[in-house]
């Protein structure tokens, strides 16, 4: 009796073992690919964050603190102390600003719209998926460059409210924070609509008409119910529009006109103009693990409401 059953026992590890080993190797090219145009890079950023930057880009093979030394810090051209510059710290405060401006904006128009496109008959909900996403057929510098053209002093915003003769004179829009916003929330709100869309088709809405049953109000259904059981969707959706709007280049150099910096910008300026590749490097590992921070904590918190709930 033990031994057939051994022999099972050992067949059935031998399967695991070459399903393991299959799986491996099936997953060895995206590793590779991983490594190389990932991991690779990364560590690349790390190094020459340490190195002194050369006089026309590049850097020099020397150990050294200085990109993030002076991050915060500038060196007195004449007695060498270092002396207290937050610029860098502004322009930080600011892209944080926008991405969590933006993603709460998005949140408030998605969550409504995505809702509306989940409560619609089956054979509809595939042309409303078409709309959100026809913004991504054309590229973002094209969409970027058409949010110029509308909201500039002689665009169509203006030129509307002109002839209808609300206003005398153009109302100043571009390279304003309102264009940079408008810009960002355009951009990013398709990241916001489809995976809350995907959570909410998925909803059982016999437990919202349950909570009706039950003399629930429309807001303690919403509260209680719907945004519960989305809030996978939510995160998502929060998670798509934060992270690449704290790192947006195109939309705050074209619509802030420069005047406007953020992030992005400021990193490309040092591999760019400023010739600084360490301290380019060093601000984008900062910006990484903000990002992280901010991430950690806001997982941490959404996913302890969920086991809690």
Not at 31 to 44: A, E, N, Q, W
Not at 55 to 65: R, S, Y
Not at 107 to 136: D, E, K
Not at 257 to 273: N, R
Request: aromatic share 14%; with cysteine; hydrophobic share 55%.
């Amino acid at each position: 009796m033990t031994a057939p059953a051994m022999t099972a026992a050992e067949i059935a590890a031998a399967n695991e073992k070459d399903v393991m080993n299959r799986n491996r190797w099936l997953a060895m090219p995206a590793v590779i690919f991983i490594t190389i145009f990932g991991v690779l890079p990364l560590f690349i950023i790390v190094v020459y964050s340490f190195m002194k930057p050369a006089a026309f880009g590049g850097v020099e093979p020397h150990f050294t603190t200085d990109a993030y030394v002076y991050f915060l810090f500038q060196k007195d051209i004449f007695d060498d102390t270092l002396q207290f510059v937050p610029d860098y710290l502004i322009i930080y405060f600011r892209s944080l600003v926008y991405a969590i401006v933006t993603t709460v904006i998005c949140l408030l128009v998605g969550f409504p719209t995505a809702y509306f496109m989940a409560t619609r008959p089956p054979a509809q909900r595939n042309w409303w998926v078409l709309l959100i996403t026809i913004p991504f057929w054309s590229n973002l510098l094209v969409r970027t460059l058409a949010i110029m053209l509308i909201i500039r002093d002689q665009g169509l915003i203006n030129g509307v409210l002109m002839w209808a003769k609300i206003i005398d004179k153009p109302i100043t829009m571009l390279y304003t924070d309102f264009a940079i916003m408008l810009g960002l929330l355009y951009s990013y709100l398709p990241f916001m609509v489809l995976p809350l869309y995907s959570s909410l088709e998925k909803l059982d809405f016999r437990l919202v008409e349950a909570g009706y049953d039950l003399y629930a109000t429309q807001r303690k259904v919403l509260w209680k119910v719907i945004i519960p059981l989305s809030l996978p969707g939510i995160i998502a959706g929060c998670l798509l529009v934060f992270i690449p709007t704290l790192g947006s280049y195109v939309t705050p150099l074209i619509l802030g006109g420069g005047t406007h910096l953020m992030i992005g910008d400021l990193i490309a300026q040092q591999f760019g103009s400023g010739r600084n590749w360490p301290l380019g490097s060093a601000q984008a590992l900062i910006l990484m693990a903000v990002v992280m921070v901010a991430l950690y904590y806001y997982v941490r918190n959404t996913t302890g409401g969920i086991k809690h709930g």
